[in-house]
């Protein structure tokens, strides 16, 4: 995705938001990959928004290098401004075409669901992995989720980006298109689920239950 843009949302709020409410979904990411010791390793973040995922990787589990990559401008500017002397750069999207083979690990949380062509996107993974690299892609917004259709509605009022209707399958079969070996496993909190009183995304508590063990996926694609 080439694409420039400003911000990813409409409002301050929104954006700032998704880094307050992603900490313990980031957390729960990082204890589900395989990859423990990232000492010696080169590390990706596609759609970084502010920054928040690589500092708090870094934190965990130290890592030699990281990108952090996304189209927004203010994104990039604030994910800079916020660190502290980890060893991370953030750099527009599309200076990934750099970066040939040079990844041993990628992440992305909640991000496909905005691109526009999946075909293209695992592809430029598949160029900036290393051989053997792993790209971890967890995602919860898939037309295979009984709340999308309300919930294309609501990001779709603050997105600066138009948001796709991709199922679970789409996602997959972008990657084995490439050659990538897939495999998923729900995402499943391993914690109490945070409940709120009013949420226009879980609109029950089942549903913020049902959604957690089932319908958001952490998958793994592996660079063959």
Same mark, same amino acid.
């Given at each position: 995705?080439?694409?420039?843009?400003?911000?990813?949302?409409?409002?301050?709020?929104? $954006?700032?938001?998704? #880094? !307050?409410?992603? +900490?313990?979904?980031? &957390?729960?990411?990082?204890?589900?990959?395989?990859?423990? !010791?990232?000492?010696?390793?080169?590390?990706?973040?596609? /759609?970084?928004?502010? /920054? /928040? *995922?690589?500092?708090?990787?870094?934190?965990?589990?130290?890592?030699?290098?990281?990108?952090?990559? =996304?189209?927004?401008?203010?994104?990039i500017?604030?994910a800079? &401004?916020n660190?502290?002397?980890?060893?991370?750069d953030?750099?527009h999207?599309a200076?990934?075409? #750099?970066?040939?083979?040079?990844?041993?690990?990628?992440y992305?949380?909640?991000? +496909?669901?905005?691109?526009? @062509?999946?075909?293209?996107?695992?592809?430029?993974?598949?160029?900036?992995?290393?051989?053997?690299?792993?790209?971890?892609?967890?995602? /919860?917004?898939?037309?295979?989720?009984? +709340?999308?259709?309300?919930?294309?509605?609501?990001?779709? =009022?603050?997105?600066?980006v138009?948001?796709? @209707?991709?199922?679970? !399958?789409?996602?997959?079969?972008?990657? *084995?298109?490439?050659? *990538?070996?897939?495999s998923?496993? %729900?995402?499943?909190?391993?914690?109490?689920? $945070?409940?709120? %009183?009013? #949420?226009?995304?879980?609109?029950t508590?089942?549903?913020?239950? =049902?959604?957690?063990?089932?319908?958001?996926?952490?998958?793994?694609?592996?660079?063959?």
């Open positions: 995705m080439s694409l420039a843009i400003k911000t990813w949302a409409n409002t301050n709020a929104e $954006e700032n938001a998704m #880094n !307050d409410d992603h +900490l313990d979904l980031w &957390l729960r990411m990082i204890r589900m990959c395989r990859e423990k !010791d990232l000492s010696s390793k080169k590390v990706l973040d596609f /759609g970084c928004n502010q /920054g /928040g *995922f690589l500092k708090t990787l870094y934190k965990k589990n130290p890592f030699e290098k990281a990108i952090g990559v =996304d189209i927004a401008e203010s994104s500017e604030a800079t &401004l660190l502290e002397g980890e060893p991370i953030y750099v999207t200076f990934l075409k #750099n970066y040939e083979d040079y990844f041993d690990i990628a992305s949380h909640e991000v +496909l669901y905005l691109l526009p @062509n999946l075909n293209e996107h695992a592809q430029q993974i598949k160029s900036c992995l290393k051989d053997d690299g792993v790209y971890y892609a967890v995602i /919860g917004c898939h037309i295979d989720n009984p +709340l999308w259709p309300q919930w294309h509605k609501i990001i779709s =009022d603050y997105s600066n138009p948001v796709q @209707n991709y199922s679970l !399958d789409d996602y997959a079969q972008a990657f *084995f298109k490439e050659g *990538f070996s897939v998923a496993l %729900p995402f499943s909190m391993d914690d109490f689920i $945070e409940l709120k %009183p009013r #949420n226009e995304y879980f609109p508590v089942m549903d913020s239950l =049902d959604y957690y063990t089932r319908h958001k996926i952490f998958f793994r694609f592996q660079k063959k």
